[in-house]
């Protein structure tokens, strides 16, 4: 199976390069992938195609702050990207580094507030492991100094309404260098109204990492390696999962990270297994779901593993021709685009 045949044509002015006024006024593409029937609807009306007793996983990973800027002795400028938390007493990360000059094992970077980092080596040809210390928690200083990690495609920096609306409304455990995009639709109203109606819901945590923005690099899908991230599923979710199931229900997973989530922690049986470790499954065509029923999902980059998972999902086929018919219809695409329903 080749990468190329994930390539679609997209025009850059269909790229979301801002979030829509308000959460759940994006537009709603439905896709029933048994029948092939394709929808359009708005998103505050997601709670019209779903049934009671249904149940909703989401994500309730939070996006951290994690683009920082500093200068090295020499007062050269640069830029550190943290990837993740390394298990350590100390404060230690893995991080992209992006520097006016050579950077090397022992440099100091200055950083906002009293903040310094130093350069402890390389973990690989991408990564750096940087130790921070300052004069207050790492924590507290982060959520004040570090900017929100906004996709390259938007091709802008993060602004001040970044800061809340790259992030869930239901975002609570800190981790994450990208957002749960299918999960920014959803308003606290919007929940309400789907509780109301009968549909549950459920959280699981994984945090988005370095994967999220890196591109497949080989020429065949079989040959892709995706990138571990944590996660962490709780008796409750695993024991709403199991009581969704037995009783009919559907288990609809909001976004990919949800749904690649369960399926990696599920047993042969479909049997959702609570606790916590790394998730590394590459979901593709070929592929058989044994946990999701539904999914809820943005409009993903041509040759993406998240378009190649969708494709796993629905069918390559219907899928492309879904996403053939959202750029005729100018649908908004990426992160901070419309969303669609997969039933």
Same mark, same amino acid.
């Given at each position: 199976?080749?990468?190329?045949?994930?390539?679609?044509?997209?025009?850059?002015?269909?790229?979301?390069?801002?979030?829509?006024?308000?959460?759940?006024?994006?537009?709603?593409?439905?896709?029933?992938?048994?029948?092939?029937?394709?929808?359009?609807?708005?998103?505050?009306?997601?709670?019209?195609?779903?049934?009671?007793?249904?149940?909703?996983?989401?994500?309730?990973?939070?996006?951290?702050?994690?683009?920082?800027?500093?200068?090295?002795?020499?007062?050269?400028?640069?830029?550190?990207?943290?990837?993740?938390?390394?298990?350590?007493?100390?404060?230690?990360?893995?991080?992209?580094?992006?520097?006016?000059?050579?950077?090397?094992?022992?440099?100091?970077?200055?950083?906002?507030?009293?903040?310094?980092?130093?350069?402890?080596? $390389? #973990?690989? /040809? !991408?990564?750096?492991?940087?130790?921070?210390?300052?004069? &207050?928690?790492?924590?507290?200083?982060? %959520? =004040?100094?570090?900017?929100?990690?906004?996709?390259?495609?938007?091709?802008?920096?993060?602004?001040?309404?970044?800061?809340?609306?790259?992030?869930?409304?239901?975002?609570?455990?800190?981790?994450?260098?990208?957002?749960?995009?299918?999960?920014?639709?959803?308003?606290?109203?919007?929940?309400?109204?789907?509780?109301?109606?009968?549909?549950?819901?459920?959280?699981?945590?994984?945090?988005?990492?370095?994967?999220?923005?890196?591109?497949?690099?080989?020429?065949?899908?079989?040959?892709? $390696? #995706?990138? /571990? !991230?944590?996660?962490?599923?709780?008796?409750?979710?695993? &024991?709403?999962?199991?009581?969704?199931? %037995? =009783?009919?229900?559907?288990?609809?997973?909001?976004?990919?990270?949800?749904?690649?989530?369960?399926?990696?922690?599920?047993?042969?049986?479909?049997?959702?297994?609570?606790?916590?470790?790394?998730?590394?499954?590459?979901?593709?065509?070929?592929?058989?779901?044994?946990?999701?029923?539904?999914?809820?999902?943005?409009?993903?980059?041509?040759?993406?593993?998240?378009?190649?998972?969708?494709?796993?999902?629905?069918?390559?086929?219907?899928?492309?021709?879904?996403?053939?018919?959202?750029?005729?219809?100018?649908?908004?695409?990426?992160?901070?685009?419309?969303?669609?329903?997969?039933?």
């Amino acid at each position: 199976m080749l990468v190329k045949d994930f390539d679609y044509y997209l025009p850059g002015e269909l790229i979301a390069r801002y979030p829509a006024t308000e959460r759940d006024a994006s537009r709603l593409m439905l896709l029933d992938h048994r029948t092939g029937v394709i929808g359009d609807q708005l998103f505050k009306n997601i709670s019209d195609h779903l049934e009671p007793g249904d149940l909703l996983v989401l994500n309730d990973t939070r996006v951290i702050p994690a683009r920082l800027f500093g200068h090295k002795a020499t007062g050269g400028k640069i830029e550190i990207f943290l990837v993740r938390r390394e298990e350590s007493e100390a404060e230690r990360w893995s991080c992209l580094m992006r520097s006016s000059k050579g950077l090397q094992q022992g440099h100091t970077i200055t950083l906002a507030s009293g903040m310094v980092a130093r350069v402890c080596g $390389r #973990i690989n /040809s !991408e990564t750096w492991l940087v130790e921070f210390k300052g004069i &207050e928690p790492f924590e507290a200083w982060l %959520e =004040r100094e570090g900017q929100m990690p906004l996709p390259p495609y938007l091709q802008r920096e993060a602004d001040s309404q970044d800061q809340f609306r790259y992030q869930t409304v239901f975002a609570q455990t800190p981790g994450a260098v990208a957002a749960p995009t299918a999960g920014l639709h959803f308003t606290r109203t919007l929940l309400e109204k789907l509780a109301e109606k009968g549909i549950a819901t459920a959280y699981l945590t994984l945090h988005t990492g370095l994967g999220t923005f890196q591109p497949v690099r080989v020429e065949r899908v079989e040959d892709h $390696r #995706i990138h /571990s !991230e944590r996660y962490c599923i709780s008796a409750e979710t695993a &024991e709403a999962i199991r009581f969704t199931k %037995e =009783r009919g229900g559907r288990v609809v997973a909001v976004g990919t990270t949800t749904a690649r989530t369960l399926e990696y922690a599920a047993d042969s049986g479909g049997q959702v297994r609570p606790g916590t470790g790394e998730a590394d499954i590459f979901i593709y065509p070929g592929y058989t779901f044994k946990v999701v029923d539904a999914l809820v999902t943005n409009f993903h980059l041509p040759e993406s593993t998240l378009i190649m998972l969708v494709s796993a999902f629905a069918g390559k086929e219907l899928v492309f021709r879904a996403y053939c018919e959202a750029v005729e219809r100018g649908y908004r695409f990426y992160s901070y685009g419309d969303a669609m329903l997969i039933i």
